[in-house]
């Protein structure tokens, strides 16, 4: 079911969520506004615990205005207005679709053409898409960021150079599934450069930056990194991390790199792993913690 507040009057299916965080209806706070006449609120959904169930689940049963200062909601309202996802598509990087807050529709079937529009039309890249529907100039206001602090990072990473580095736009990912996430990797360089400064960020000694390397392996690909498609610099940056990792007390640790890198289960792709990695590869594979993986069982 549904909730929606009450923003203005129009029809409630006029009203358009602006800038969102995830693929989700509605969790935590978001501002709603009107295309017909540009009113808007904030708001948060209104939950209660679901009667006999031991998970401890809940549920919507209404939203609850947030209380804002103009100035705040001013701002969180002059951001682009998602389209909603079709059938199978989420609010991501690859598919949010946006219309300026400026616009006004008439009624519901002028507001569904533009969407089908704007989809038809959509750019590649998030930012694109982002910029081309306007973003705010201004900083946010005092307050933002207390309730809506993943639009106050989506406008700093907008903020940032073309020439930023790597590493800049590596930390803004970190863990992330936000707006600001996807301007920073739809900002990464090319697949081999990049592999280059994960490669140099698995070899320094702070846990810090090896985590942020580890972190943001799936930039180089679209789904989960093999060990045979690692680029020469970063298997060899995996290697010498293994190493570092050796003895009892890194199991853990050395059980999450390994995870990264998927090794091979069938044997001849052990074989060419091994091949690529040099004599020590036995040394740095072959520990007890992995042997149901060695006989073909998946990591767990």
Known sequence: MSFEPDVCGCPRPLLRRCLAAENLHGVGQRVMACMSCGASAAVRDRLEDIPDDERGCQRVVGVDTVPLSAAVLAWLSSWPRLVPPSAGEFWDANHSTFLPASLRVAD?????????????????????????????????????????????????????????????????????????????????????????????????????????????????????????????????????????????????ERRLVLRWLQQPRDEPDRLALRQRLGADADALFDTDPFAPHRAGKPFR
């Open 108 to 252: 519901e079937a002028e507001l569904a053409q533009l969407e089908q529009q704007a989809k038809d039309q959509r750019l590649a890249k998030y930012e694109a898409r982002l910029r081309a529907a306007g973003v705010p100039a201004e900083p946010p206001p005092p307050g933002t960021e207390a309730l809506f602090s993943f639009v106050v990072r989506a406008w700093q990473t907008l903020q940032l150079p073309p020439d930023t580095e790597p590493e800049v736009l590596l930390g803004r990912m970190k863990g992330l599934n936000e707006p600001s996430a996807w301007i920073a990797a739809g900002r990464l360089p090319p697949r081999a450069e990049l592999a280059h400064e994960l490669a140099e960020l698995l070899a320094r000694p702070s846990d810090t930056e090896r985590d942020l390397a580890l972190w943001n392996l799936e930039s180089l690909r679209s789904t989960p990194l093999g060990a045979l498609q690692l680029p020469d610099p970063l298997l060899a940056a995996f290697a010498n991390l293994l190493r570092s990792l050796a003895g009892e007390e890194k199991i853990r």
